[in-house]
């Protein structure tokens, strides 16, 4: 089983930042991926960022990019998000995501429970 804890969200006023840590920890053998997905009220979840966790570039949502930042430490199976220039729209739940390779052909997906994050205008 593998759990995904997050912790940074919280309450910042546009223009601020904030920088979200999600750590994988429980029985796996490697990480495909990690990764940050958002949900706004009323609206379905969507891609904020990913990284692989054997390093490359990352890829970003095109609302986001120059302003977030997405590093790991694969030693301690670990995913940040930076975010500056906060707007509120970036308001939302930030739901940390990872893929678990479980074989040579196939990965496992998990979530995390997610952290809150508000931009006040």
């Known amino acids: 089983q593998v759990q995904l804890v997050e912790s940074g969200g919280g309450l910042v006023q546009a223009g601020g930042s904030l920088r979200l840590s999600c750590a994988a920890s429980g029985t796996f053998s490697n990480i495909n991926d990690m990764g940050w997905y958002r949900q706004a009220p009323g609206k379905q979840r969507e891609l904020v960022a990913t990284?692989?966790?054997?390093?490359?570039?990352?890829n970003y949502a095109d609302s986001v990019k120059g302003r977030f930042t997405i590093t790991r430490d694969a030693a301690k199976n670990t995913a940040y998000l930076q975010m500056n220039s906060l707007k509120p729209e970036d308001t939302g739940v930030y739901y940390c995501?990872?893929?678990?390779?479980?074989?040579?052909?196939?990965?496992?997906?998990?979530w995390g429970q997610g952290t809150q994050v508000f931009v006040s205008s």
């Open positions: 990284i692989f966790i054997a390093g490359g570039s990352p």
């Open positions: 995501d990872t893929l678990i390779v479980t074989s040579i052909v196939s990965t496992k997906e998990y």
